[in-house]
């Protein structure tokens, strides 16, 4: 082969390669990747905060989400980030000892990164739902 065709090739080889990497988009993918982390760790901790309902004697949710550490999760998840998922119970002064004001509702949180929508949607489980969704807000 000459110097000419392997350069030929070389740059044929590269523009493919450069086609490739553009639909593949790996920044997306990768952002993807990390809100399915955060839909799987939102489904384990709405499974404790389910199972620290249905224990707990005074029919409450839990004030925080580290009530349910150690007996309904051994280590509460955190966001790729590193930061804590959102969390909120209705009423806001609720307390999950007592059976005048329990915790009656709740709800878990985290933006994502790579949405399917437009905006900036939350991915968010509610008790008063029992399912998780796309939301452009959560409020339990």
């Given amino acids: ?3 000419i065709e392997l350069l030929v090739v070389i740059a044929i080889v ?4 450069a086609v490739v990497l553009i639909a593949i988009n790996p920044a997306r993918r990768l952002a993807q990747a990390r809100d399915a982390g955060r839909k799987s760790d939102i489904s384990q901790i709405a499974t404790a905060i389910t199972a620290f309902y249905t224990s707990n ?11 349910v550490v150690p007996q309904d999760l051994k280590q509460l998840p955190t966001q790729p980030t590193g ?9 806001a002064a609720c307390d999950e000892t007592s059976s005048a004001a329990p915790c009656t509702e ?6 994502l990164e790579a949405p399917d929508v437009t905006g900036t949607p939350v991915w968010c489980y509610r008790t008063a739902t029992g399912k998780a969704a796309l939301a452009a807000s959560c409020a339990p």
């Avoid at 409450?60 to 009530?67: E, G, K, Q, R, T």
């Avoid at 930061?83 to 009423?91: E, K, L, R």
């Avoid at 709740?106 to 933006?111: E, I, Q």
Wanted: without cysteine; charged residues 5%; negative net charge.
């Fill in 14 to 17: 590269g523009v493919l390669a």
């Fill in 57 to 67: 004697a005074n029919g409450s949710y839990p004030n925080a989400l580290a009530d």
């Fill in 83 to 91: 930061a804590a998922y959102s969390y909120t119970v209705i009423p």
């Fill in 106 to 111: 709740a709800a878990v949180f985290a933006t």
């Fill in 1 to 3: 082969f000459t110097l």
